[in-house]
């Protein structure tokens, strides 16, 4: 069976809103929490 998983973007810093969404940075939280998600779907796909 095929599995598919969906992820929600990491938080990113709105402190620019001239950026485009692909040039705007992660926030603190987002570089804390990218490489949880990214271990956790790593784990995931070992299974």
Do not use: E, F, Y
Not at 13 to 30: C, I, T
């Amino acid at each position: 069976m095929t599995t598919l998983v969906l992820v929600r973007h990491a938080k990113s810093d709105w402190g620019d809103p001239g950026l485009d969404d692909h040039d705007r940075p992660l926030n603190d939280r987002g570089l804390r929490d990218a490489p949880a998600v990214a271990a956790r779907l790593a784990a995931g796909a070992s299974r």
